[in-house]
């Protein structure tokens, strides 16, 4: 069965620090895909990156990066100068292909909170 | 394009009663989905529908219904609410399940229930 753990609960640092997320991941299959979301204080969930499992190429978007090491699981989040409307709740989340139509597997979600 | 629509985003039920949580999308996505969240679970999929007559369940299904007679609609049934049931219920629609890269799976913005 997949898994999904991201072991920080809650993350506080002051303005302009970076930060990094971590994410790791459990399945079977060889082909997934690993989601991050970001939910604001308002609620909403925004997608912010979708990766597959072929693909390690880390990725960056702005203040945003995401380093996928397949030899240990992770597909963690680092966001770089770090600003107060980046406090929110970032899910990681994994698909497996070959499982057919199961939707996503989230974590539990991490709290992230930036200071002024 | 107004995304996806659920509607109400409050209610509150007492137990044994019944509600149906509308959810519509209108960018023709094939695949919809259902999701709760619930304080340090992260989300979790009930049901979802890969088109229009195809309903499947999903991690969570017990207690709730669902169907799928249109392309945009997938409404969610609650037949007798319990306290357990209390949360926050996400519909969400992609062109796939699992969203493509320049397609996500797309979120409505919530439904907080609470059941007492």
């Known amino acids: 069965a997949q898994k999904v753990t991201q072991a920080q609960t809650e993350i506080s640092v002051v303005e302009k620090e970076d930060v990094t997320l971590d994410c790791v991941y459990e399945?079977?299959?060889?082909?997934?895909?690993l989601f991050w979301y970001k939910q604001p204080p308002s609620g909403e969930l925004v997608f912010l990156i979708r990766?597959?499992?072929?693909?390690?190429q880390n990725e960056i978007s702005g203040r945003y990066s995401w380093n996928f090491q397949k030899s240990t699981s992770s597909f963690n989040f680092t966001i770089t100068a770090s600003q107060v409307v980046d406090s929110a709740v970032y899910f990681c989340a994994l698909s497996e292909v070959g499982g057919g139509a199961d939707g996503l597997t989230f974590g539990k979600g991490t709290h992230l909170i930036i200071q002024p | 394009n107004a995304g996806v629509t659920q509607t109400p985003k409050f209610q509150v039920l007492k137990t044994g009663q019944s509600m149906t949580l509308q959810c519509a999308q209108d960018?023709?996505?094939?695949?919809m989905s259902w999701y709760r969240q619930d304080p340090g679970m992260g989300l979790r999929l009930i049901h979802y529908s890969v088109g229009a007559g195809i309903t499947d369940q999903g991690e969570v299904p017990n207690g709730y219904n669902v169907s799928r007679s249109t392309t945009e609609d997938f409404p969610l049934r609650l037949l007798s609410a319990a306290p357990s049931q209390t949360s926050v219920y996400f519909c969400a629609s992609s062109y796939s399940l699992t969203g493509t890269r320049n397609s996500p799976l797309h979120f409505g913005n919530g439904t907080r229930l609470t059941v007492t």
């Open positions: 399945t079977r299959d060889t082909t997934y895909y």
């Open positions: 960018m023709n996505h094939e695949y």
């Open positions: 990766r597959n499992s072929f693909d390690e």
